[in-house]
């Protein structure tokens, strides 16, 4: 019940400061610039419009992904990636089928996190 009510009130702190009309004029000026650099107008939108989403349902920002984004950033795509990103200390302290688990979703969430950042830089948002 008390997670409702702090929703409740979240919401209507948004519709006190006007934060779904400033979304709104935010995403259209955005998305008019994005239409003259030649990005896919519907794209664009939809990942402004996750943000959005992300920010109001308060989901903390993440920390994988920064990491995938400051090894692009400073590295590029390299073949070590996932060694890279892995956890030594964890990693040893794991046993061999739990560390073939570790390393497959770790994998996974790379390519997840690699297919947002070509995305984020497809659309100029990077």
């Known amino acids: 019940m008390e997670d409702l009510v702090k929703m409740a009130r979240a919401a209507k702190s948004r519709l ?3 934060y779904w009309e400033n979304c709104k004029k935010h995403i259209d000026e955005n998305t008019l610039k994005a239409q003259q650099r030649g990005v896919n107008e519907v794209k664009f939108k939809s990942v402004l419009k996750d943000k959005v989403k992300n ?3 308060g989901e903390k920002v993440d920390e994988f992904y920064i990491k995938v984004k400051n090894l ?3 590295e590029g795509e390299v073949s070590d990636a996932i060694g890279r990103l892995t956890d030594k200390e964890y990693f040893d302290s794991l046993s061999y089928e ?3 688990r570790y390393s497959l979703d770790l994998s996974t969430r790379y390519l997840a996190a690699l297919n947002r950042y070509r995305k984020e830089k497809e659309l100029g948002l990077i």
Do not use: A, Y
Request: net charge neutral; aromatic share 0%.
């Open 55 to 57: 920010s109001v349902n």
């Open 98 to 100: 739990e560390k073939q």
């Open 72 to 74: 692009l950033e400073t």
């Open 16 to 18: 006190k400061t006007n």
